[in-house]
């Protein structure tokens, strides 16, 4: 979605991971030019996927936190050991909830698995996409079915497919549309305070 050519992905990371430093991570990146972010693809082949392990994820991530910022990985919507390693580790845990039956049935099975793996709460933040959507659900219904209260709703808006179609985030080709203002916001919560003092 941001038109990128991979060179290198996660595979080629886990294959010198004994190996592995900052220099030659920063090596195996990909920026993005007009955000600046950096993206580890992940193996351009569903089959190497089962190459990376849990031990593995947890070395990447960590040397990636010697450089960045904020470091972001979009988990598969499955529990599996790198995945349960990743969410032990995590600061955050970002669960995207759509506003239809069989989605929001989901996050109540992942939400019921996270509390039987003692995640705790605090690192829990809901997002409901597609809040504003004729789906009949209402926000505070899908809030009492999950037991959770949502933090960010990002509304149904045009500008995402418009943008996924150009290949350009929709934060740089439609900056003033609601939906960017959603993401804007949902970003707020992750600054440090005085981050959000110097803006």
Not at 29 to 47: K, M, Q, T, Y
Request: charge should be neutral.
């Amino acid at each position: 979605m941001l038109k990128l050519t991979p060179q290198h992905t996660i595979v080629e990371a886990v294959s010198a991971i004994d190996r592995l430093d900052a220099q030659l991570m920063q090596s195996l990146l990909i920026r993005h030019e007009p955000s600046g972010v950096l993206v580890l693809p992940a193996p351009l082949e569903p089959a190497f996927a089962d190459q990376v392990s849990s031990s593995d994820m947890t070395k990447i991530v960590s040397i990636l936190k010697t450089f960045c910022a904020y470091v972001v990985i979009d988990t598969p919507a499955h529990f599996n050991e790198v995945v349960l390693g990743l969410l032990e580790g995590s600061d955050d845990i970002v669960l995207i909830a759509g506003m239809d039956i069989p989605n929001i049935k989901n996050v109540k099975l992942g939400l019921q698995t996270l509390r039987l793996l003692n995640i705790p709460v605090s690192k829990l933040k809901l997002i409901l996409n597609r809040a504003n959507s004729k789906a009949k659900l209402d926000v505070g219904e899908v809030e009492r079915t999950l037991a959770i209260k949502a933090d960010g709703l990002i509304p149904s808006d045009v500008a995402v497919p418009q943008s996924v179609n150009k290949g350009v985030p929709v934060l740089i080709d439609s900056p003033k549309s609601s939906v960017s203002r959603s993401f804007e916001q949902i970003a707020e919560m992750f600054l440090a305070p005085d981050a959000k003092l110097r803006r």
